[in-house]
């Protein structure tokens, strides 16, 4: 079930570096959040919406929402979601590394796809993999930073040129809040305490559209139809709703020919692996390894700086492990070893989350697209 979530004021989502009264007066800000940031708001909006906080602490919801941790072992039940997914009209997702846009001519926001060959015997570096991406048009290309619509994303995903980004200023804005911590007993300002907290508008035109966010929800069964829920810092409060849309049929119509036995995998949202960059199933000397039945080997990848991903384990009221994300956009090209056919294919990765660590809460939501 696809769901919108709308906010009814600017929004705060903190990075994972520290920001520590006194000692930092300028935090980080990430957009859209990250998705254990929305399973959690998700989760809190549905325990509410079925009954109370005392019902989940002693489970009348197990199956479904979990528990809180008992002996440091969580039950998380059977609620899972894709996304989160900006979403303006139809879905808007982080551009794919493996597309450039033109340094020199930035208006026209036509996006190129860099070229993948093997790797040739002259190629002199410590780069393992067969496969390589490189550009071989001209002009002076730097990374597209920005999304692209569900329909550009089946073009990119079925190879097909002329591509467009839309860029981040299109979609929100960023706002400037600038506070100081004050003495509780007294009410003067605290010497050196001045920060900057950057916030999150989401853009509102009558013309074009607003814009939200949409995440997918299953596991779960009679989810409300609307709601309110709390989403990012400072308690601010978003509507939520039940889209009947269909909002990946532009994707899902996409044509895939898997001849060559090539393909790619498309992060949409970030993914937790357990080797870093690599999924845990992907031997690092090889680079082969079988997922869900499918022996593949990666020839090659476009990968941005990871996330830190962090977050505040409510339960034990401490921070929880600081992991290295894969950021969304980056892509992984896989070689098939065996006689998996297309339709096998995309069962396995088409808008399935792969991540190794939390996949339930939204990481490592993929597409797969072909390699010519």
Not at 193 to 208: G, T
Request: net charge neutral; glycine share 10%.
């Amino acid at each position: 079930m696809w769901y919108k979530i709308t906010p009814n004021d600017t929004l705060f989502f903190r990075g994972g570096m520290p920001f520590t009264m006194g000692a930092e007066s300028w935090t980080e800000i990430i957009f859209p959040p990250n998705p254990s940031t929305l399973y959690g708001a998700i989760r809190t909006w549905l325990i509410f919406a079925k009954g109370s906080l005392k019902d989940f602490k002693e489970g009348r919801f197990k199956e479904e929402l979990g528990m809180p941790k008992t002996n440091n072992l969580e039950i998380k039940g059977s609620l899972k979601i894709k996304g989160p997914i900006l979403l303006k009209g139809e879905l808007l997702f982080p551009s794919p590394l493996d597309l450039l846009k033109n340094k020199e001519n930035k208006r026209d926001n036509i996006l190129e796809f860099l070229t993948f060959s093997e790797k040739p015997d002259i190629f002199i570096s410590d780069y393992q993999m067969d496969g390589i991406l490189l550009w071989k048009g001209v002009g002076h290309m730097e990374e597209a930073e920005g999304y692209i619509t569900a329909i550009y994303l089946g073009d990119y995903l079925s190879g097909r040129k002329s591509l467009r980004l839309t860029e981040k200023d299109e979609l929100y804005i960023v706002e400037s809040k600038i506070g100081i911590a004050r003495n509780r007993v007294t009410k003067t300002t605290v010497k050196g305490h001045l920060y900057h907290v950057p916030m999150i508008r989401l853009k509102d035109e009558k013309l074009r559209g607003d814009v939200s966010i949409a995440v997918w929800i299953e596991g779960v069964e009679d989810v409300p139809e609307s709601g309110i829920i709390q989403i990012g810092g400072e308690g601010k409060t978003a509507k939520i709703e039940k889209m009947e849309s269909d909002l990946l049929q532009e994707i899902e119509d996409t044509s895939l020919n898997l001849n060559n036995k090539l393909f790619k995998v498309y992060l949409a949202t970030p993914a937790i692996f357990e080797k870093g960059y690599l999924p845990k199933w992907i031997d690092e000397n090889s680079f082969e390894g079988s997922y869900c039945g499918i022996n593949l080997k990666l020839i090659s990848c476009a990968i941005g700086k990871y996330r830190l991903i962090g977050g505040w384990d409510m339960a034990e009221n401490k921070p929880k492990p600081m992991r290295r994300a894969v950021p969304a956009g980056s892509v992984y090209y896989f070689q098939i070893l065996d006689d998996s056919d297309v339709q096998k294919v995309k069962d396995v990765f088409h808008f399935k989350n792969i991540s190794d660590i939390y996949p339930e809460e939204g990481y490592g939501l993929t597409f797969i697209g072909g390699v010519s």
